[in-house]
């Protein structure tokens, strides 16, 4: 019984990361990266969100 909890558990997480990757795929390398707005690997800025935008 043991075993098939651990193996959904293992696959419930594989789903998670394979959704996840997909997700941040989508949106493209720079959008979906954390480190965004202190950057200079040359990514185009004008398509992030601006926080100030919001103001």
């Given at each position: 019984?043991?075993?098939?909890?651990?193996?959904?558990?293992?696959?419930?997480?594989?789903?998670?990361?394979?959704?996840?990757?997909?997700?941040?795929?989508?949106?493209?390398?720079?959008?979906?990266?954390s480190q965004q707005r202190s950057c200079s690997a040359g990514c185009d800025n004008s398509s992030a969100p601006?926080?100030?935008?919001?103001?």
């Amino acid at each position: 019984m043991i075993d098939f909890i651990i193996v959904a558990l293992v696959f419930s997480y594989a789903g998670w990361a394979v959704y996840k990757g997909f997700k941040k795929g989508k949106k493209g390398a720079c959008a979906s990266c954390s480190q965004q707005r202190s950057c200079s690997a040359g990514c185009d800025n004008s398509s992030a969100p601006s926080p100030d935008k919001h103001l």
